[in-house]
Every structure is written in C-alpha cells, then in structure tokens.
C-alpha cells in the first residue's frame, strides 16, 4: 500500500470498509480453551455418573480434576496473549465475564460441597448459561447463544428430572456450551491460519 | 459549504492504519504492517505522521525480549476520524444529488 496515492471520496469510504472487516476477519480464537473444558466437564459428568450406578462413589472425586486444569488454563490464556498481536475492547469485557464465572463455580462447588442443598444441578447449569450466553452475544457468535440458553433451558428441565438421570445433563450441558462451540470455533481458527500462509 | 477533508487522514496508507485501530483497543506495529500490506519504512513514516498530528500513541516496549511497537488511536484520533467520514458522507451525499 502506498501513502500518497490520491483517494476519491468513493474509495476512501471503501477502503475503511476494507480495513475494519480485515480486523474483524482476523479469527484470533483458537478454540483450544473451549475445547479443554469441554472435555472435561464431559468427561467429570460421565464417570461421576457411572459411580453412581456402580456405587462406587469414591469417582466422584474425579471433580478435583477441574482444579488441576486451571493451571493449563492460565498457561494456555497467557500463551494465547503473547501471541496475539491486538486486543480488541471485548477481550476486556469477555476476560472479567469468565473470570467471574470460575470464580462463582468455585464458591459454589465449596458451598455445595458445605451445606449440600437440594438442586445443585440445576444452579451450576445456570451459572454454566451465564458467561455463554454473554460470549455468544457480544461476539454475535451463535453456537455459543445457543449453548447458553441450552443451559437454562436444562437448568428448567432439571427441576422435573429425578435424580440420577439429572446427572446427564452437565454431559450435554458440557457439549452444547463449550465442546461444540469449541469445535467450530477451531475449524475457523486453522482455516484463517491455512489462509494467511 | 464543505469541510475540508482533513489532509492527515485522507491518504491511503494512513487512512487505512486509522480505521484498523479504530476498530481495536491496541494493535502491534507487525499487525497494522501484514493487515496494510505496507512496507516496514513506509508504515514507519506514516505512523509518525499520525503520532505527531496527535491521532495515535505509540508505545515501545519488550516483548519476549524483542523489540515491540504498540499503536492505539487517542481521543483526538477518533474525534477526527468521525469528523473525516461524516465529511466524506457530505461530499457523496451531493455527488449523488448532481
């Protein structure tokens, strides 16, 4: 590009048209965190679910995995920073929204964990709803829109499921919400990147 | 009558550095140059141009121990922006007119 190459009106207008959408093109999401808790969630609910039908519930400490991945997740966010070479004023927003989430799962998970109270399901289905449906929004991404008001809308349907079989809904919570979004939001990340080669 | 077209603005390159950090809070020097398709001197003289008309800061810093340009558009910087394509619209508006 050339600085004083003389612009018509016409394509001045076209040209800042151009830039924005190159800078909203640029797919920086590589949906590797979305992925991670995805599976894990998944992964958390089924085999906590199989110790309850075995009733060896010493599987349900296959929770603790969760405090084991946050780690991974601070190494995968400050990886993904230095690498990135813009930050846009949503990334600020989308920080502080999943940052409050994990720290609300947390207090829950030791809150239930506590006082046991009935429903706990339904509760982290709604917290879970929460950051999603907010990311989903303000990125105008819809398999995240999606994922959020499937939360809610399991978090309704858990209120009418008898236990065990509420269990399964963190399962399809899990890959309606971040698996899946997670998925797509890959696909388009490698695409992009096969793209700028 | 029209508003003059703001003669910072209305040139390719820094028109273009302009409406990529309009649509970003920050951006990295390497960003603006793959995104412009521009050369690294030529980035370089427009972006000072944009410095010293005070519609853009420019922060050099470390970054994994290289050297790192940061840009982003300043208050100023987006007051003219929007003054530039608000005038732009003027001028279409009475092209369409003729």
Known sequence: MQDEQPLSEQESLALITQMINKAKCDYAETGVECLMWGSIITLCSIISYSGYLTGNLYLDNIWYLVFAAIPLQIIISARQARRKKYTTYNDDAMGGIWISFGISILLFSFYDHKFQPPSANTMFLIIYGIPTFATGFARRFKPMLIGGIACWLLAIASAFTPFPYIMLYGIIAAQLAWFIPGLILRGKYLKAKKGNV | ?98
């Open chain 2, 1 to 98: 009558m029209f508003k003059e077209l703001d003669p910072i603005l209305h040139s390719q390159l820094r028109l273009a550095v302009m409406s990529l950090l309009i649509s970003v809070k920050e951006a990295e020097f390497t960003f603006i140059k793959e995104k412009t398709n521009a050369t690294a001197g030529n980035l370089s003289v427009q972006v000072q141009k944009l410095k010293e008309a005070g519609y853009i800061d420019v922060v050099k810093e470390f970054k994994d121990n290289y050297p790192n340009t940061t840009c982003h558009i300043t208050q100023a910087g987006i007051k003219a922006f929007e003054e530039y394509v608000k005038a732009l619209q003027e001028y279409l508006k009475v092209g369409q007119n003729k």
